[in-house]
């Protein structure tokens, strides 16, 4: 909770806030506004980028990739603008091209980095090092600041609070993507408050992933695991909302799946309808039907099933 002007210092000096810390910290906050602004302007340069038109065919793959399924275009234009941020950011930071094998920011840092302002450069140089990872809430150590504890690897950090300590309580979990962009780092715009009681579900999915991951990877660090599966995550909480029914409405304070998920699907729906009606059209007018062709299961290095309408040929399929 934030200390109002005439309340006692949380410093601890016995003063009224006004007379001690006030003025020190919304300096503090100013310079965080002015990175904000920087950082700002420096994501939406990379998303452009990622964007761009020769991108189209990865973009859709990608989409398909982390929303578990085959969408389309249609799937983009479903969703809630902020669901569709959020699997942006997630494409530009981590996804890997198929070919290349590598990233939209990496590819971004070599063509476009040598003409970036020095302050830029270094934040997508140190942007490149981030990775999707559960945090859970641990307290909030002073105004603007938030603790975090890792859930996976057990450090504790202080970050930037960025308004998540008005969304969830202590012991809350927080998945998302630390920028060390500032002092102290900061989560990006795009991660989401959860509930505690999805910590430990979520918690257990990603360590038998990376269990399994190891058991061909034996040297790999959990940084490397979530830059590549990061998108589990989402696979897991799609599942979570399959299984407990019906869409709810947002509560303004922790993150759903269920809305999406219901977008989604009326989306597969009329995709097989649309297909169907394909079909019989080419039936009645005497033309040999397309044959579909079915996939056959697959599974990413870190032993995660894949459903058969995603078609990803990168660096992370490896065959049965």
């Known amino acids: 909770m934030k200390a109002g002007r005439n309340d006692p210092c949380p410093c601890g000096s016995g003063s009224k806030y006004k007379n001690c810390c006030l003025t020190k910290d919304r300096a503090a906050r100013l310079r965080g506004m002015a990175w904000r602004e920087d950082e700002q302007s420096t994501l939406q340069r990379l998303l452009a980028f990622s964007q761009r038109d020769d991108f189209g065919s990865q973009i859709a793959v990608a989409f398909n990739l982390f929303w578990n399924g085959s969408y389309g275009s249609a799937g983009a234009e479903a969703l809630e603008r902020d669901e569709v941020g959020r699997f942006l950011e997630w494409y530009a930071f981590d996804y890997h091209m198929e070919g290349s094998g590598k990233r939209a920011i990496g590819l971004f840092a070599e063509q476009v980095g040598p003409a970036l302002p020095p302050g830029d450069r270094e934040r997508v140089t140190v942007w490149q090092q981030s990775y999707l990872c559960l945090y859970r809430i641990a307290g909030t150590p002073g105004p603007e600041l938030l603790a975090v504890v890792d859930t996976l690897q057990g450090n504790e950090l202080v970050v930037w609070d960025g308004g998540l300590s008005r969304l969830g309580l202590r012991d809350d979990v927080v998945l998302g993507r630390i920028l060390r962009s500032s002092d102290p780092a900061h989560f990006s715009w795009a991660a989401i408050v959860l509930p505690a009681r999805r910590a430990e579900g979520l918690v257990a999915f990603a360590r038998r992933a990376f269990a399994e991951y190891q058991q061909t990877h034996s040297q790999v660090s959990w940084a490397a695991f979530l830059s590549e599966l990061g998108y589990t995550f989402n696979h897991y909480l799609l599942k979570v909302a399959g299984e407990t029914g019906e869409a709810r409405a947002p509560s303004g304070q922790y993150y759903d799946?269920?809305?999406?998920?219901?977008?989604?699907?009326?989306?597969?729906?009329?995709?097989?309808?649309?297909?169907?009606?394909?079909?019989?059209?080419?039936?009645?007018?005497?033309?040999?039907?397309?044959?579909?062709?079915?996939?056959?299961?697959?599974?990413t290095r870190g032993g995660i099933l894949l459903p058969q309408n995603v078609k990803y040929r990168g660096r992370r399929e490896v065959k049965p």
Do not use: I, N, W, Y
């Open 257 to 299: 799946a269920s809305r999406s998920l219901e977008r989604l699907r009326a989306v597969e729906q009329r995709l097989r309808e649309h297909t169907a009606l394909e079909q019989e059209k080419r039936r009645q007018a005497g033309e040999r039907p397309e044959q579909q062709r079915v996939e056959p299961m697959r599974q």
